[in-house]
Nanobody, 119 residues
Framework: QVQLVESGGGLVQPGGSLRLSCAASGRIFSIGAMGWYRRAPGKQRELVATITSGSNTNYADSVKGRFTISRDNAKNTVYLQMSSLKPEDTAVYYC?????????????WGQGTQVTVSS
């Protein structure tokens, strides 16, 4: 069974920084696109950033210039570097990956990590 496990969440003051990590484990042949999503209280889950296997990136307008998504293919890990954090960034952050196992591609989700931005 493939697993994605997020880490790095926590409490940070406005203007601060955090780096989230998401490591994939299991019988993985390869990983395609990966992304970060978040769900704030009372809101729908929304896309934050994506990164392709070739490291092309895409960001939500709300985080452009503040967040950076990256990946380390050798470690099967995707990162989200967050800076200039705002209270509205408070949410549970989830990673997602297109993972190839046994020659077939499927989407997997992590369990999420809480990010709280507050004074």
């Amino acid at each position: 069974q493939v697993q994605l496990v997020e880490s790095g969440g926590g409490l940070v003051q406005p203007g601060g920084s955090l780096r989230l990590s998401c490591a994939a484990s299991g019988r993985i042949f390869s990983i395609g696109a990966m992304g970060w999503y978040r769900r704030a209280p009372g809101k729908q889950r929304e896309l934050v950033a994506t990164i392709t296997s070739g490291s092309n990136t895409n960001y939500a307008d709300s985080v452009k210039g503040r967040f950076t998504i990256s990946r380390d293919n050798a470690k099967n890990t995707v990162y989200l570097q967050m800076s200039s954090l705002k209270p509205e960034d408070t949410a549970v952050y989830y990673c997602n990956g297109e993972i190839v196992t046994m020659g077939s591609r499927a989407s997997y989700w992590g369990q999420g990590t809480q990010v709280t931005v507050s004074s």
